[in-house]
């Protein structure tokens, strides 16, 4: 199984950028499917993008539309979201995953980092 680490994080304020990385280790696969879920104090883990193994499909979702952007390096068994124009409801742990299928359940993820603390202040 794949072990996973995100890094990245930290405290901004509203309008500013941040760049996670989830770095990928044991068995890993550039065929895997990798996602970024978040979870607020209180609030459900939800999903925000995930991209394919090849980095060709990408799936956002709704509330990070045009903000956000996934990325891979695959040579560097790494992940990156690109989050721009923060605001303080993106607040929340960000969790890097790994999974065969691109898809926004949580469920359908097999792989989890530890979360890295995402905090924006206005």
């Known amino acids: 199984q794949v072990q996973l680490v995100e890094s990245g994080g930290g405290l901004v304020q509203a309008g500013t950028s941040l760049r996670l990385s989830c770095a990928a280790s044991?068995?890993?696969?550039?065929?895997?499917?990798m996602g970024w879920f978040r979870q607020a104090p209180g609030k459900e883990r939800e999903f925000v993008a995930a991209?394919?193994?090849?980095?060709?499909?990408?799936y956002y979702a709704n509330s990070v539309k045009g903000r956000f952007t996934i990325s891979r390096d695959n040579g560097k068994n790494t992940v990156y979201l690109q989050m721009n124009s923060l605001q303080p409801e993106d607040t929340a742990v960000y969790f890097c995953?790994?999974?065969?299928?691109?898809?926004?359940?949580?469920?359908?993820?097999?792989?989890w980092g530890q979360g890295t603390q995402v905090t924006v202040s206005s």
């Open positions: 991209i394919s193994g090849s980095g060709s499909s990408k």
């Open positions: 044991g068995r890993t696969s550039s065929t895997n499917v």
């Open positions: 995953s790994a999974g065969p299928y691109l898809k926004v359940g949580a469920e359908e993820y097999n792989s």
